[in-house]
């Protein structure tokens, strides 16, 4: 394992995606250049014994890893190209006014507060890490120690390298506090994982990041009036374990991209027509990925 900066988590691409990625132009360019596929499941016992599950034995159809920082990267290469595309970073969102349009945003780097108008407002996302360098794994396939209540999981990388993360809940990681507990953890629970990182490697990158909270949001209407949406986390956040998050907020952008199309821009219209078609399958992905983490994990 070697150090990468920030949440190191990678991102499962799937058919629903790809159709939004496609629809502007960016399909292959994730797929063919940065992604990596994956066939179906590997499950990882304690005894190091594996079972695949594949995704689709028929057709042999997959779903494609993606680095998340590589997507964020080539999405907003693709905005920037665009001229009345501007891109702000280290604004804070203080305070909205949903229905008259009107934000107050913190200046993170001078500290100054300042005000901005909108037609129509789209919350998106936060709107409210382990790279392994010699992985002798097989790179076709979503790798996942079940352990319960707890487990590893691990994506491949376009360099062959993978991507792991530990789930688990606060009280089982609130005994992992040091080096001695960590790796008589892992030897318990993950012996084979533990011999291909390696006992410094996991000590070192463990502790260099602190837990992240897994949520899930279900609400609804997704929007207020005319001048207000939320789309992708910010309405439906989820669990991971479905590997439905990214997938289920690129078909937010499609499905709104059609409404505008279909009823000329006029937002009266389109936000409650979203709200309409969109609430109850967020609701019911919400639901299948925590579902999914009972039926597979446990």
Partial sequence: MENSSGQSINLALSFRGREALR??????????????SMRGRMLHDKNGNLKEVLYDSVKGNCIY????????????DAAEKYPKVQVNFNKKLVDADLEKGKMKFLNMKTGAMENADADLIIGADEFLDLI?????????????????????????????????NLFAPFHVLEKLKTPVTLLRFYTEHFPDLLRLIGEQSLVQQFFEKEPQTLISIKCEPYHVGKTALIIGDAAHAMVPFYAQGMNTGFEDVLLLDELMECYNSDFAKILPKFSELRCDDGHAICDLAMYNYLEVYL
């Fill in 132 to 164: 392994c360098k010699k992985f002798a794994m097989n790179g076709k396939n979503l790798h996942i120690w079940p352990r319960g209540e707890f487990m590893m999981t691990s994506l491949p990388n376009e360099d062959h390298t993978f991507t792991g």
């Fill in 23 to 36: 629809a502007v132009g960016l399909e292959d360019i994730v797929v063919k250049q940065y992604g990596t």
């Fill in 65 to 76: 890893s993606i680095s998340r920082r590589r997507l964020n990267i080539i999405l907003l």
